[in-house]
């Protein structure tokens, strides 16, 4: 149970180019999503929190405006990475959770991103 | 300040040995601690910890909170190549539900 999908898995495009990810629970009601991203190495930032059916919440330093989160179900979030630069390449996971029950987060299998 | 501090960064045993992984946190309005497996793509969940002393097992892996000390252990017995992989803490406070993760270890097992 608690399976969190994530497409696509791996996104190269240009420079401009704006990049839409999905996060979908499979099997449960997924009430909160958040978005991390990740760097070579490193461990995983937390750039929004998102409940559905309002708008999220960004971390501090995170663009709203270049991230753009979309939670309009209780299974699917969206992430598009506006007008998308090489700096914005990484390893963006999401993950789900249903806060009616005492359940940890489960992870999607996240997308890399690489922008030429 | 880090508020998940994990260690080692980096561990490399051979087959068979004992592991224990660190994971400290900080305490004020601590509320919950997990543990997580990264391989190649996203985490997987292990274990979720909110009371003190009580052990958490699944198979060759075991948990425990100490709160008066404020860390966690992650214990993997008899290690198989299969263990291989980044372990990441993750603590949660007050009444928010986002995650902070440590550093991870980065657990490397040679046949």
């Known amino acids: 149970g608690a399976v969190v999908s994530q497409h696509p898995s791996w996104v190269i495009c240009k420079s401009g180019t704006s990049v839409k990810i999905e996060c979908r629970s499979l099997?449960?009601?997924?009430?909160?999503m958040f978005w991390y991203r990740q760097f070579p190495k490193q461990s995983l930032m937390l750039m929004a929190t998102?409940?559905?059916?309002?708008?999220?919440?960004?971390e501090q330093g995170v663009e709203k405006d270049k991230f753009l989160i979309n939670h309009a179900s209780l299974t699917l979030s969206t992430l598009t990475v506006t007008s998308a630069h090489p700096e914005d390449s990484s390893f963006y996971i999401c993950?789900?959770?249903?806060?009616?029950?005492?359940?940890?987060?489960?992870f999607g299998d996240g997308t890399r991103l690489s922008i030429l | 300040e880090d508020k998940v501090v994990q260690s080692p960064l980096s561990l490399v045993v051979h087959e068979g040995d004992t592991v224990t992984l660190n994971c400290s946190y900080e305490?004020?309005?601590?509320?919950?601690l997990l543990w997580y497996k990264q391989e190649k793509k996203a985490p997987t969940f292990l274990f979720m910890l909110t009371s003190s002393g009580i052990e958490k097992k699944s198979g060759r892996l075991s948990s425990i909170l100490d709160k008066k000390e404020l860390f966690s252990i992650l214990n993997i017995t008899a290690t198989q190549t299969g263990d291989s992989a980044v372990y990441l803490c993750a603590g949660t406070w007050g009444g928010s539900e986002k995650l902070v993760f440590g550093k991870g270890t980065k657990l490397t097992v040679n046949p």
């Open positions: 998102s409940n559905e059916g309002s708008k999220a919440t960004y």
């Open positions: 993950s789900a959770r249903d806060l009616r029950v005492a359940q940890p987060q489960h």
């Open positions: 099997d449960f009601q997924a009430t909160t």
């Open positions: 305490v004020t309005n601590f509320r919950s």
